[in-house]
């Protein structure tokens, strides 16, 4: 059976709210949480922009539900050691139910330290060996690292879980994707053109068995946007005023202050969300929409309502959606 998770977008609500949404959702039959780590909210608008870490030790209390980052860029607003160090403390108070979800970053949360923000191929150097590191933490040895980018002096984890928790990468591209496969636990994602994700998928795998696992039994994550209210109207009104960084085909990993996503927003249309945010009220459209990445082979979708009405959307999906997925054997 696969997952159906919640995306808490903690650009968008108080963590409080965030809370009595993922137990309304625990309640609901979804079984995993992704929580977003933002310094910033895309757009001034949104709101919000809670500590994500202090927020999964409520969420690991309150529910029962599995949750992770989705993701947290290491190397800039957190050193590599502190983050295994956090994320060795989740999993030790919550067994089996805490994965690290990494990725690459955007200089709209990380630039705040004030050093240069890289161009990609830094920034996919600098995940790979922080990467490292946090593995090497995750031994429970004393470790000490001098590379590329970090340093580390004689680091040892004392408070360890029974096994470490999962590593999840969100990759975009054939190379980070086959590394993703090779070097780590799963594969995050989000919604693409079918062609694309058949080649992450494709190159994932092909990392995984150069490492001798077995990708079929490897976590294959996608977040996908989707806006559901009781009109057409409704649904594309909530999108463009609520998300519209979800109608912004461009790359936004360089853009540094949501002021700047205000006045692209000024640009977005709803032509703009055509097959990046599904709009509509039709929720047998929604099971068709979600079964179709399952269909490809995903085995956990997370479903993030860009709208302010998670309630009606949490309800709904569990009475109409997640029950009329079909998952393979």
């Given at each position: 059976?696969?997952v159906v998770g919640y995306a808490a977008s903690f650009e968008q609500f108080h963590p409080t709210d965030l ?302 959606v997640i029950p009329n997925l079909r998952w393979p054997n």
């Amino acid at each position: 059976m696969g997952v159906v998770g919640y995306a808490a977008s903690f650009e968008q609500f108080h963590p409080t709210d965030l809370l009595a949404y993922c137990q309304q959702a625990e309640a609901s039959g979804f079984s995993s949480v992704m929580a977003s780590d933002h310094f910033h909210p895309w757009v001034p608008s949104q709101g919000h922009s809670a500590f994500v870490w202090s927020w999964m030790g409520a969420l690991g209390a309150v529910t029962s539900l599995r949750f992770g980052t989705g993701v947290t860029p290491p190397g800039y607003r957190y050193h590599p050691a502190v983050l295994a160090q956090a994320a060795a403390t989740l999993e030790a108070m919550f067994p089996g139910r805490f994965y690290l979800g990494l990725g690459a970053g955007e200089a709209l949360n990380e630039h705040i330290t004030g050093d240069y923000w890289p161009e990609a191929p830094v920034r996919l150097e600098r995940l790979m060996e922080s990467i490292e590191i946090i593995q090497e933490l995750f031994t429970g040895k004393k470790v000490k690292h001098r590379g590329a980018h970090f340093n580390m002096e004689s680091a040892k984890l004392y408070t360890m879980p029974d096994a470490p928790p999962p590593i999840y990468v969100a990759t975009s591209g054939p190379v980070m994707a086959k590394r993703t496969g090779k070097y780590t636990d799963g594969l995050i994602t989000v919604g693409a053109a079918d062609e694309k994700l058949r080649m992450l998928m494709g190159k994932f795998e092909e990392g995984a068995r150069e490492a001798g696992k077995d990708p079929s039994t490897m976590p294959k994550m996608i977040q996908v946007k989707i806006s559901y209210a009781d009109t057409l109207e409704e649904a594309t009104e909530n999108a463009i005023r609520e998300w519209p960084n979800g109608g912004m085909a461009f790359p936004k990993a360089d853009i540094r202050d949501p002021e700047d996503f205000e006045a692209m927003a000024k640009l977005v249309r709803a032509e703009n969300y055509k097959n990046r945010v599904l709009l509509t009220p039709d929720l047998d459209e929604h099971v068709s929409y979600l079964q179709h990445f399952i269909d490809l082979g995903f085995n956990e979708v997370y479903i993030h309502n860009v709208g302010r009405t998670q309630e009606a959307f949490i309800k709904a999906y569990g009475e109409r959606v997640i029950p009329n997925l079909r998952w393979p054997n």
